[in-house]
Every structure is written in C-alpha cells, then in structure tokens.
C-alpha cells in the first residue's frame, strides 16, 4: 500500500509560488521543556492541498460526505521529500483506505467490543427511528384536529344559540304573561342544558378516542428517553475503552495514550481520528521529518465547514494534543515580524507626507513582509498579503490579523481600528485609524459611499462583454455560512462596475469598482450566472479550484483625508 507519494504526484511541476510566508501555524508548548513547538501552513503545502481538491472532485464518494483531510510534507532520512495525506474519522465506512494513512494503532485493540457497541447502537438508533414515526402519532394528530375542528363548530353554533335565547327572554319578559312566560323560559333553560350535555358528550368522546393514543405515545417517548441514555451511556464506554486503547508517539519516541494525555478530560467523540494527530502519528513512528501541513474541508458545506477552504487544529479534539505530537522537533522561535515601508504612489494626487513606521519588534506570528503603503498620525493603510485575517476572529485558531500584528508591534497599536475589511483570501490595501474621530469620519465616508474603491481581478474564463454594470441583491444564509447568494425577496442591493483589461489565456483580467460594499460582492457577481457567470480564480467558495489563491486584489483606494481634507489616493500594485 503506498503511503508515501513522490513530491510531484500532488502538485505540477511547474507551479508557481509568489508569497512563502505561512498563513497559519500548527503549535503547542512541549509537557517538558515548556517551549513553543510550531509546524507551518505554507503556500506551497496549500498548492499541494489543491492537487488534492481535484482529484477529490473527480471522484463522486469522496464529496458524499462531508469530512476534514490533510496533507503533510515530510523529509526522508536521505533528505528526499514525500508527501503523506490522511482523511478524519471513516472513508465511506472504513478506517483503512489504500494511498491514505492508516488510523491510529488502538482501534485494533477495541475492535470486538467497537463491533458489539455499534451493532447496539444501530438497534437503538433504528428503534428510535420506529418510535418516532409511530402511526398513532399521526393519527393523535389528525384525531385531536378533527375534534377541535368539531368543538369549534359546536361553540359557534351554541353561541348562535345563546345569543338567540338571550334575545327571546327579552321579547317574552314584553309580551307573555306569568304562567306563559314561566314555560317559556324553562323552555329556554332546557335549551341550554341540552346544549351543555350536547358538549360534554363530544369532551368525553374526544378523551376516550384520544387518551389510548396519548398513553401509548407517552410511553413511547419515556422508551426514547431510556434509549437515548442507554445510547449515551454505551457511547462513553466505547469512547473510554477507545481512548484508553489509542496510543500516540511523538518524534521524541514517545507512546501515550489519549487517557493519559487528557487525564479527566471529557475528550469529544473522534479525539484521536482527526488528520493532524494521525499524520504527525505516521510520521513520527516512520522517521519522517515533518516540514509543512494543511487540512481542509471536502463535501457537503455545514453551518462551520466550507468545502475547499482550510481550516487549523479544532480547539477541542487536535490543539490539546499538539504540544505532545510536536515534541522531538526542533523549536521554532519566532523570526522577527517585518514591516516593509513602501513608497506611496499619489496618482497625480496629493497623497500627504509619509512618516517613518515605529522600530518593530519580534513578533509570534513568523517572518511576514507586511508593506505599509501610508502612514501618519492619524491612519494607516496597509497592503494586506492573502491568507491573512484583516481582524482577529471569533475563535482561538483565527486570532492571527492584520490588526492583531500591528497591536501586538506598534507603540500606539491598542487603539488601532480597522476602518473596513478584506476577505482572508483577498489581498490588497487595508485602511486603520489610529483614533476613534478618525475611525468614525472614515467609517462615515464608507457608509455614505465617498470612497473610491478599485480591485483587480482575474477571472476563471472569459465574458463576451467588456464593461458594464451588475445589480444583484445579495443575502447570507445564516444556515451556510459565509456563503453568499442572490436573493430577490431578502437580498440587500449590490453594485459592481467593471471593466476589462486583458485576455490572458483562458482568462481574462478585469477592474471592478464596487459602488457598494456586501461581503463577498465582488466574488457573487462574478460567479452568478445572472452577473458575469465565472468565479474569480481560486475562489473555491464559489466554484474555482484552479490556482494558488483567490485572484482578487484592492488595488486603488480614494477618499478625503479626515483631518487635511485634501484627496488621499493609495495603490497597491497587483501580485498576481
């Protein structure tokens, strides 16, 4: 079984890699020596990621289900470099997949009493399913609907009645005499209780139709509860037995066991099936040197996973076990964080004096060249590499941005703002305030549309037309996020114009001038069949899995300066 595939089996020879600095870090502190051990996300082990995405999307089973899977490249003893790839959890049902690792050793050891378990656990699980779709449940439905609609008929008509009779004694109070109008009301009162009787009779028919089906399914759902426990109960005993049995070995050659690693921990289901802990595991127990690594998301897009876009250790089942996978390796300091000084290209406009950024200090994020295009006392505008986030994200794995770099670097950086936002994928000019008036003067400008905003793109094809205008409404489904899509009924307006530049190839290089800014605008007009119908290069969000990287850039920003008030133009040349 091959495991270890030559370096150019997942990536052409003549790929072309611009930026090397990584975009994300694999990282734990060593249980020993206490030190920050790091494993690199690079470009190159994304582009090798996105051979992998091809092949995958040949391939119908592999987009059935949605998983995680990761490649790693490693370094032979003799200095040769190989590349191993490893999928989460079972590959259509199986947890040994020729050309992909093989799990960790541990589920061998379990693998009757796992057969025992999951045959119980699929009699629970088809039991639930039988008494969830009882056919009582439907007929209590439809039985407790006919007698309300029934109840509601007779109240109606018994209000009719009452209404009547109230009218009547009125008239008889007028018109009949004491004996006459004695009989009459009696008459009336009769009326009344017959009706009473009439009501609860039907009460009473209901109750005895409906009660045997409300007993018969009460008892159905205290069965669920019990099962659903016994469910929970035989999960955790199958998980404790597992993670008692999975044994993990680092490249300082040693063995322990998820129990022993995560001593009282309440590990999730799955702990020690995810990507990353089986490919440092294989290479660890193989003598294979670890040089970059990178998981992503393939099949159907969930609420948290997108298909095509990567993803780093998941806080609950991978990142308490790096420090322990890393250990062996050598420490990986942090090199020193760069801010290259550019000079501002003004455009034929007045762009205002550049001053000289504050002296850097070491950084925790890696060598990075993060040009500033602008700088005063007031904002800067910085040209944002692609992979990076332009503000920290909700989660301990996407902390690492544009603001969060120039907090930690610059002696003002605690009260920088981000006046706007690029997507991570998306490089190009990104604009901070340096104080909250020059923060709300800008964001303003964006608001009322007083920016002039160009991007450069490259698009996967080419369009008939050279310029023109696209106007779709946009809305984000809150079930598939961050997906985009044209909505007409709850869809916010979006405009775009643009312009194309070249034809290059079997693509074609265009501007677009977004006149308003929605998130992911520019990518849903151009792949949306009523926009232009092509995705943006290596936009895999929205249909694109050729190239590196996604083939939009900020080029050009234009706005008035909130202190001078003289027009700043800034420009960031394309890097693609």
């Not at 059935?64 to 049902?93: D, T, W």
């Not at 309300?148 to 109230?166: F, G, I, P, T, V």
């Not at 001593?263 to 440092?280: E, F, Q, R, W």
């Not at 099949?299 to 250990?327: H, I, N, W």
């Amino acid at each position: 079984m091959v495991i270890l595939h030559p370096f150019f089996d997942l990536i052409s020879s003549n790929t072309v890699i611009g930026n090397l600095s990584p975009s994300y870090y694999y990282e734990g502190f060593c249980p020993q020596g206490g030190e920050l051990l790091r494993l690199p996300r690079t470009p190159l082990v994304e582009a090798i990621a996105l051979n992998l995405m091809q092949h995958l999307a040949k391939n119908e089973s592999y987009s059935s289900e949605g998983k995680m899977y990761g490649v790693l490249l490693v370094e032979l003893p003799n200095g040769e470099q190989r590349i191993i790839k490893a999928f989460s959890g079972l590959l259509n049902g199986c947890s040994v997949v020729d050309g992909w690792v093989p799990p960790i050793p541990g589920r061998d050891e379990v693998v009757l009493e796992e057969a025992h378990t999951l045959a119980q656990l699929e009699a629970i699980k088809q039991e639930l399913i039988n008494l969830k779709q009882l056919p009582e449940r439907q007929q209590l439905a439809t039985l407790s609907h006919n007698f309300e609609q029934q109840l509601k008929a007779m109240s109606d008509r018994h209000l009719n009645s009452k209404q009547q009779r109230q009218e009547k004694r009125q008239i008889f109070c007028q018109t009949l005499t004491e004996e006459n109008l004695t009989f009459a009301l009696e008459q009336l009162d009769e009326e009344s209780r017959q009706q009473g009787i009439e009501r609860r009779k039907l009460k009473r028919q209901q109750n005895e139709v409906l009660q045997p089906l409300k007993d018969l399914i009460t008892n159905a759902d205290g069965r669920i509860r019990e099962l659903k426990q016994q469910r929970k109960e035989l999960s955790r005993e199958l998980q404790a037995q597992m993670h008692a049995a999975y044994s993990l070995t680092n490249f300082s050659g040693q063995s322990l066991s998820l129990q022993q690693l995560m001593p009282g921990g309440s590990m999730p289901t799955g702990t020690g099936d995810c990507c990353a802990p089986k490919l440092l595991h294989y290479a660890a127990t193989h003598q294979l040197k670890p040089l970059a690594m990178a998981e992503f998301w393939w099949g159907s897009t969930t609420q948290d996973k997108v298909q095509g876009q990567f993803y780093g250790a998941c806080a609950e089942r991978c990142q308490p076990l790096m420090g322990f996978l890393l250990s062996g390796l050598k420490p990986n300091p942090p090199a020193p964080f760069l801010i290259h000084p550019a000079p501002l290209k003004k455009g034929g406009k007045e762009g205002g004096e550049r001053e000289s950024p504050s002296p850097c200090r070491g950084g925790v994020w890696g060598e990075v060249s993060l040009p500033i295009l602008y700088e005063d006392e007031w904002l800067i505008a910085v040209n944002k590499p692609a992979g990076l986030l332009s503000v920290p994200g909700r989660y301990r794995d996407r902390q690492d941005s544009i603001l969060s770099r120039l907090r930690h670097l610059l002696p003002d950086g605690i009260k920088l703002m981000a006046v706007h936002r690029l997507d991570q994928e998306t490089s190009g000019i990104l604009l901070l305030a340096r104080d909250l008036p020059t923060y709300r003067q800008l964001s303003q400008q964006f608001q009322q549309r007083q920016i002039h905003k160009i991007y450069e793109a490259v698009l996967s094809g080419t369009v008939t037309i050279n310029q023109g205008m696209i106007e779709l409404p946009l809305w984000g489904d809150p079930e598939n996020r961050p997906y985009q899509k044209v909505d007409w009924q709850k869809g916010k307006p979006s405009l775009t114009r643009f312009q194309v530049i070249a034809t290059e190839g079997n693509y074609m290089r265009l501007e677009f001038i977004p006149l308003t800014g929605r998130t992911h605008q520019l990518r849903v007009h151009a792949a949306d069949p009523r926009g232009l119908g092509i995705p943006i290069l290596g936009d895999r969000l929205y249909g694109c899995y050729a190239g590196t990287r996604l083939h939009l850039h900020a080029r050009e920003l234009r706005f008035e300066h909130p202190q001078s008030g003289k027009t700043l133009e800034i420009r960031a040349n394309t890097p693609f």
